[in-house]
């Protein structure tokens, strides 16, 4: 059985300040067994995670399209930002990934898909995250997984970690699988088990970034 955080950051990404190594580290040490290293618009960050974790990673990107983010799954390599969510998803698709919404109704986020473009694109959608630790009101998680349950779709959940501290508030228990199709399989099977964030994390993410403007790009160690 995997416990699996499918919606986290390493500081590849501007707002994180959590180093490959911190991340794998603190995964040890909670269970996390399973990881979607979902960077801000890179894989880089996947993949200095996936080069050193003796446990399962995901390749992923939290893609910023010209309507909103879409998360991407068992990527191979970068898909540009600023495109359309329907290019964004064809780009996904063309590296056998999957795609995933992630934390659609989140009321007080900027980068949640917009309406019109959600309703375009639901047939095309793998996953839709119903827990995200950083989202502020319980009601909009809850009105993520209703979204789920009619469209009959996987439910996935994660931490959306920026700092150590975040990793594994939220994971999913979930069979082992291998590879996109077994995944979504073991997905249907999951079970969310989720905490709010504390509300001060977000005082991070905004000092990582002011850090992140000057220069200071942070190179914390485990």
Not at 172 to 187: H, K, N, R, T
């Amino acid at each position: 059985m995997l416990k699996a955080d499918l919606h986290t950051h390493t500081h590849y990404s501007r707002d994180c300040i959590t180093s490959p190594e911190r991340c794998v580290s603190r995964c040890l040490k909670l269970g996390i067994n399973c990881l979607a290293v979902t960077e801000h618009n890179n894989v880089e960050g996947a993949l200095a995670v996936q080069r050193i974790a003796p446990f399962k990673v995901i390749i992923a990107e939290e893609v910023k399209t010209r309507e909103g983010e879409l998360t991407g799954l068992f990527l191979k390599e970068t898909i540009p930002p600023g495109l359309t969510p329907e290019e964004t998803i064809e780009r996904i698709n063309a590296q056998g990934g999957l795609v995933s919404l992630p934390h659609p109704f989140d009321r007080v986020r900027r980068e949640p898909l917009r309406a019109g473009a959600r309703e375009r694109i639901l047939t095309h959608l793998d996953v839709i995250e119903v827990f995200n630790s950083r989202t502020t009101f319980r009601s909009d998680n809850e009105r993520a997984r209703r979204l789920a349950e009619e469209l009959g779709l996987p439910m996935g959940a994660g931490s959306d970690a920026h700092s150590p501290w975040e990793l594994g508030t939220t994971y999913v228990e979930m069979p082992d699988f291998e590879g996109p199709q077994e995944f979504l399989e073991a997905l249907r099977q999951g079970r969310v088990v989720g905490r709010p964030a504390n509300p001060l994390v977000h005082v991070i993410s905004t000092l990582a970034k002011f850090r992140w403007r000057l220069g200071l790009r942070p190179t914390y160690t485990s």
